[in-house]
């Protein structure tokens, strides 16, 4: 089975992909399954017109490797000077189209969930990049633009599976946005009609319930692999399926507040962890009061203060 990190715009930077990395090796170096990670999400546009504003996406240490680099846009050329530039000068194991984001400011731009609206024309998009790299080319989309567009986004789908090596499927419509419950069948159909080369991943918010549920996960041994997104803030450990200790958990929070200084610096590298904390310790007594607390520090030192209160309490 293969697991993925699906790619997050400030989260699934290069010091939390470090972290996944590490407790997957820690438990599943040996097993049969896959860890695949994914950069954020780099802009062709700005690729092309503002370099310096991107360029931190596209870090990443030989450690969380294999790693696939997502792109967005709307502007074929654009893409297409992106895709090879970044082929040339990284060295990244693939490289993948956002056709799914439902964020407004993507969609106004033409890029996202808007390329499902035009599948002719990003049909062509796929083809064109595909055809224009080495490393294998990737997508990552919806079930369609609503429930009436299902079927035109199946075929859709199939006929971009012939120069796709992985896709990556949100079983929900535009219109469904992140509620309603997802059609597994759907991506169960695509499964079946796909080009056999081309790997079908489930993207949804899997969570350690849903990893523990037998029929999901016979469901999901028909695909070739699940990504997980929401669900796996603050908690590597949903891809081994491991509950860790308090002092494994506790040793996890440090290296990643640590990595995350040394990319930036330390007060802004502090004040953006706190987008993870809350979801680290929610497990923990008290959780809310010391959430609370963090948000209201700036340096290391302040941190470790809470986090070594937190082990005393």
């Given amino acids: 089975m293969l697991y993925a990190l699906a790619p997050m715009d400030w989260i699934t930077d290069s010091a939390y992909r470090q972290i996944v990395k590490k ?11 896959e860890l695949l990670l994914y950069t954020e999400f780099v802009s062709s546009d700005w690729f092309v017109h503002n370099f310096e504003g991107v360029k931190h996406h596209l870090d990443y240490v030989n450690d969380e490797k294999p790693l696939i680099c ?49 599948k002719e024309n990003t049909l062509e998009i796929v083809k064109t990049l595909s055809e224009s790299l080495k490393i294998p080319f990737s997508i990552k989309t919806r079930a369609g633009v ?16 012939n120069f796709c090596k992985i896709i990556a499927i949100h079983a929900r419509t535009l219109a469904q946005q992140h509620s309603w419950e997802p059609d597994i069948d759907f991506v169960l159909k695509v499964k079946q009609l796909a080009n056999p080369n081309c790997k079908i991943i489930f ?14 996960i016979e469901k999901m041994s028909l695909l070739d692999g699940i990504m997980i997104w929401q669900a796996a803030i603050g908690n590597p450990w949903i891809f ?31 004040i953006e962890f706190r987008k993870f904390i809350g979801s680290y310790i929610k497990w923990i007594p008290n959780a809310s009061k010391y959430r609370a607390e963090f948000m209201k520090v700036d340096s290391f030192d302040e941190f470790l203060k809470i986090i070594n209160k937190m082990g005393s309490d």
Wanted: aromatic share 10%; net charge neutral.
């Fill in 23 to 33: 407790i997957w090796n820690k438990y599943k170096k040996d097993s049969p399954d």
């Fill in 240 to 270: 081994v399926w491991v509950e860790p200790s308090w002092e494994e958990r506790k040793q996890t929070i440090l290296e990643h507040l640590q990595l995350n200084i040394q990319a930036k610096w330390e007060r802004r590298g502090v």
């Fill in 146 to 161: 609503n429930e009436a567009d299902k079927s035109k986004q199946l075929d859709f789908i199939v006929k971009a599976s």
């Fill in 203 to 216: 993207n949804w918010w899997v969570t350690s319930e849903k990893l523990a549920d037998k029929s999901f």
């Fill in 70 to 118: 997502q792109i967005f846009g709307s502007n074929l050329q654009k893409l297409l000077y992106t895709a090879r530039e970044i082929e040339k000068n990284y060295d990244f194991d693939g490289i993948d189209l956002n056709v799914g984001c439902p964020a407004p400011k993507i969609m106004k731009i033409g890029a996202g969930s808007a390329l499902m609206i035009n």
